[in-house]
Structures are given as C-alpha cells and as structure tokens.
C-alpha cells in the first residue's frame, strides 16, 4: 500500500476488493455501456449491491465511453456507486482521453454529491484490454491533476485486484511525486 497526501487530499494505492470498501463515501464501478451487472468489477458490485442497482442504473443506460452516472449504492456499505464506461482498449479512440474522463467525470460526480472519500478500480485494465502500465500512468496523471480542484472530495484509493497491478501504480504514483 501506498499512501500520500497532496493539497490535503489523500491518494493512495492497495491491493483489494472495490465491492468490500466500507471506509468510502463512493466506489466506482468500471461498467458495461448498459450498466448492468456483467464479469470482473461490475459483477462483484452488483452482486454486493442487490438487484436493486441494476433496476436504478439501468434507467440511466446507455453511457459511452468517458462518461459516467451516479446511483445509490443500495446493499453496498457505500453512500453511492459511480458507474463508468471506460475505453476498450484498440477500439475507442483516443483510449487515454476516454479513460482520463472517466476519472475526471466520476470526480466531478462525487464533488457534486459532497463525497468526501472516493474508491475507484483499474478502469478497462480488465475485460477491456488497457495495459495496465499506461492505464497507471493515465490515472494517476488524471488524478494528480485534479487534486487542487477537489473540494469536497479529501481520500482518493485506487484499489488494484493484484498484487502485480499494486506494485505498478505503486512505482508510478512514486515517479509521479
């Protein structure tokens, strides 16, 4: 785990569960474009929030690429769910523009709800082929610039599924600061 604080605002890194954060106001699901429950991180959430998530996000679909929507987190332990539909990798265009939105629109979300912590997963590193090296460095780029515009938001946690990913966002949060 990595942890450091900038502008007062939080950023750290660990290897975790995005579905089991109940220290966080907000997770963020790395979603479908008809944000309903599927594999990887939208299955876990969905399954850990009930069916009663897909029933309100699926009124919301559907999102495109880079954008993001908010919904209640219903059996989750979290305050809400902020969905994104991150790029699939050598299809959506410009992959690194989509993907930095979709962090810069589930910020400006959760600025928007008063979220004051903030968990987001390794968006379209997964299912949709992003490498997880230049998904890092598009992250914690995006993330680094946001920090001075953050408001309500004070703990950004990037969670990462493995131990692998972790050591990757690890050594570019440590070269980006």
Known sequence: MSRHELAGVTVEALRGDIADQPDVDAIVNAANAE?????????AIHRAAGP??????GALAPISPGEAVITGAHDLPNRTVIHCLGPVYGRDEPAAEL??????????????????????????AGAFGYPIDEAARVVVDT?????PQLDSVRHIRLVLYSDSDL????????ERL
């Open 52 to 57: 009663d998530l897909a029933a309100e996000s």
């Open 35 to 43: 944000l309903m429950p599927g594999g990887g991180v939208a299955g």
């Open 99 to 124: 993907l930095a939105s979709c962090y810069v629109n589930a910020l400006r979300l959760a600025e928007e709800a008063g979220v004051r912590s903030i968990a987001f997963p390794a968006i379209s």
């Open 167 to 174: 050591a990757v966002f690890e050594h570019v949060l440590e």
């Open 143 to 147: 993330v680094l610039a946001a920090v």
